[in-house]
């Protein structure tokens, strides 16, 4: 017990110890998860807004209102320019989308409201590396569409005109059912009237609208309480910045194995599983420390809250910092020369990072690589911090990560006191 | 008896090259030896096999009775081993380095505080106690790593150059403190090539040569000083002319 103690702490003291590293250890996470939180966070100002471009080649009062509209929208940010320059503008990525509003559009456009004949086209150039701002501005294409073209039916001369000429239209056509020849007729000629009576007088340009508001409330761990996107960047780039940390501690170990202190240690009363116990367990508090030192920088500086369960954050993080002790053994017992182990190691260690939503949310993978990743150590812990953390979960959400990651520390250990060389051939 | 340190049939390969070959001897509890040779006798190899940090090719070496691989812890309390590198941590300072091997080799804290402090004024390490090691002159890290061999109380100790890189007085001092320790039942096997120090204090000699045993003796049964014997069993180089040296540069 004195020996594995005497190890764990010369292990403690000797990453205390070198404050150069301790400082790029700590300052390295912080800082990149300060960028990748402001990043994903909402600033409540244009940065967030879409850009696009829109080219208005019918010049009509319909046309005009469509992209007033569109402008006033909170999502959008509209930008006017010539045909020739929106679909550069797209090709640099300068804009989501770019909007062609062809001419003949204000006569064509109401006309198709309320009978089928030959439709508008509305040309959408989008960034195909930005499908979902594509996506959205589909949507509130459309919304605004429908709001300025039954706005011209109701108030503009436009529209009075197409009520005049579809009504000349059904009379037209001899296979029209009499009842709804007169229903519609009815319509048309009701909708004619609100458009001369002058009754929307002052209400110009108002037609049908989204029939709802809405109210959209951010479920975090309670209502109020705003979403902080640095819990999660801080605890991605935490535990991005730990798995490196015990990709040392094994490159470390293969290292020193060619080193007299290896000698020195073979001389001392210490066998083959003390001594990689001593590793993991050394490896695993300079882990956890880390671990604090980051959420202690999220909480003081960031205003990051532990909303959920203070114990099963640390839960978490002590189960995560002894599987990351675990971790580095597993790489000293499987790898051969400390440098192509270091390579390898890093390039399974990046995929874990990633694949576990540490550099950007699990969301926007693709369904299957969803359900894949929920079998990756780094998704376990991240979901768990992010539960502890902003979505304010109880303890109860983080027995089970916890009892994971221990469970793949207790395998990982296993493996490497089989595997790993302590007797010099 | 039991022998202190024994070989039989003790042999090392590095590749087709056999660096110890077949050593068989056995040396009794107290005895002082000193193992001679020139550079790449083995000298180095057979303390590491002696130590059992080392897997020999065939044969096999006990430590009081105790195979040295298979010994384990209790075979390491008995042993003491200053390595030929000395593998002391770059981070630790010289009095740390003493305080963790304590503690590792069980004692108490006490008990190592205690060793500590009386470990660096035997081998005048008093001044340099808070330097850390990787800031220490080679002798200092020389005297810290013989500490680190003495600190449990070993029954058995192997040294590796005890008393090269160290200054005279500190080589006085490690003879001094080495010399004794026979008559207090400790048995010491250490390599060397200072003779005159190592005829002073050795009870045996056992001299090696292309990892082969030459000779073990007795020092009581050296026909001559042991500069002379030494070079009896192992002949000095011939040296080569070396013209150029000295001549005005062209």
Known sequence: MNALRALVLHDIKAFLGNRRALIVNLLCPILLGAFMGYFFSDHGDNGSRITVMVVDEDQSALSRRLLEGMGKDKALEVRPVEAAKAMEAVRRGKASAALIVPAGFGDAA???LFQQGV???????VDPSRTTEASLVRGLLAQHSMEAVSGEVFTGPSGLKMLKDSAADIDRNPSLDPSLRKHLHGLYDDLSG???SGAMKGREGQGMSVPYDLKEVEVTARIGAKYNGYAHSMAGMGVQFILFLGIDAGVGLLVMRRTSLWQRLRTAPVGRRTFLLARILGAAASAFLLLVGIFAAAVGIFGVRIQGSMFGLALVSAAFALFTGAYGLVIASLGRNPEATRGLSVMVTLFMVMLGGAWVPSFIFPRWLQQATLVIPTRWALDAMDGMTWRGLGLSSALVPAGLLFG??????LVAVLRFPFEDK | MVPALACAGLSRRFGRRTVVDGLTFALAPGSLTACMGPNGAGKSTLLKLLAGTLAPSEGEARINGMDARRGGAALRRTLGVLPERLGLFGNLTVEEHLLMAGRMFGLGKEETRLRTGQLLRALDLEHGRETFADRCSMGMRKKTALALAL?????VLLLDEPFESVDPASARAVHDLLAGLPGR???VFFTSHAL???????????????????????????EASLEETYFDHLPPLSPEDLPWLGSSPS
């Open chain 2, 151 to 155: 600190i449990h109380n070993p029954s």
């Open chain 1, 194 to 196: 609100l458009n001369t």
């Open chain 1, 110 to 112: 109401p006309r198709n």
């Open chain 1, 119 to 125: 439709r508008p086209v509305l040309t959408l150039l």
């Open chain 2, 185 to 187: 039942g400790v048995t």
């Open chain 1, 408 to 413: 793949c520390a207790l395998v990982m250990s």
């Open chain 2, 196 to 222: 005159t120090l190592s005829e002073r204090i050795a009870t045996h000699f056992l001299f090696l040569d292309h990892g082969r045993l030459v000779r073990l003796a007795q020092a009581g049964e050296l």
